[in-house]
């Protein structure tokens, strides 16, 4: 009798045990497949946009057109002339704080009117007789500061608008040389040589084609109280707009559009996203 009370008392105390060690977790040795616990929260992807405090650094690549009718706006083109169109690659830091992009630019910027874009150009208030051939071989390097706002639509797109500021300084060539009505139709340089023989080629001025193939060269507003190239000039962009995007936490692209004081600009912005 007392040795069946032993086996039973035994056999409960072994149930105890087994119990208890199932419910404290496994055996020293036996490896478990982990689990995720019914409930336990899962560590969220990292924000595209919406950080409250950016730092991006990249590069630019805009294209410029100065159309015809600005130009027309000032002095009377004669010819189907376009107007330069010209590649502006710049650097960019970009500060984000909220909703709005500090965005900091050093451009360049070409204005050059190559053959066979050149201009045949004169004053509003004269006739044909006038008309000069205008060659640009002007450049800028522009310092500028850029200010947009954005709307979100989602996690990786937003549109953004705004304004931009700055200063230029200005350098390169301007050719102006007179035009006489050629033979077979059009107009053709005058040269040194042809100086005062006719009404188109007067000697009013001395902007003709040299012997040595050299043109007159518009000289700097500091050089001369005739010339008309300033050493800066004032960038200013209104407006600015653009779509800016996200594909990834640390990558960013921004395509641009707007209009400044010297002609209109689209391209596009590529940054690496601290």
Not at 115 to 125: K, Q
Not at 138 to 166: C, H, K, M, P
Not at 207 to 230: C, K, M, Q, W
Request: with cysteine.
């Amino acid at each position: 009798m007392n040795g069946r009370v032993a086996a039973l008392a035994f056999a409960g105390a072994l149930s105890m045990s087994t119990n208890a060690l199932a419910q404290t977790g496994p055996a020293v040795g036996v490896v478990q497949s982990p689990t995720l616990a019914a409930g336990a929260p899962v560590a969220p992807e990292p924000l595209r946009f919406g950080r409250n405090v950016e730092h991006s650094l990249g590069a630019r690549f805009w294209i410029w057109n100065t159309p015809a009718w600005m130009v027309g706006l000032f002095a009377h083109v004669a010819n189907d002339w376009s107007g330069p169109v010209t590649f502006s690659p710049g650097l960019e830091y970009v500060y984000r704080k909220g909703s709005l992009d500090l965005v900091v630019g050093l451009q360049y910027t070409s204005l050059a009117t190559p053959e066979p874009n050149v201009g045949l150009i004169r004053g509003r208030s004269e006739n044909d007789v006038a008309l000069e051939r205008i060659e640009s071989q002007l450049w800028t390097l522009s310092a500028n500061v850029l200010f947009l706002w954005s709307s979100r639509i989602n996690d990786w797109f937003e549109i953004q608008y705004g304004t931009g500021v700055g200063i230029s300084a200005v350098g390169g060539d301007l050719y102006r040389t007179q035009v006489t009505p050629s033979a077979g139709g059009g107009y053709q340089e005058c040269s040194q040589a042809e100086r005062g023989r006719t009404a188109y080629c007067d000697a009013s001025n001395d902007h003709y084609v040299n012997a040595d193939g050299t043109r007159f060269s518009e000289p700097r507003l500091t050089a001369s109280p005739s010339g008309s190239i300033p050493p800066v000039v004032p960038w200013l962009s209104i407006p600015h707009l653009a779509l800016h995007f996200r594909p990834h936490r640390n990558f960013d692209v921004r395509v641009d559009g707007g209009f400044a004081l010297i002609g209109f600009y689209s391209g596009v912005a590529m940054h690496y996203v601290f």
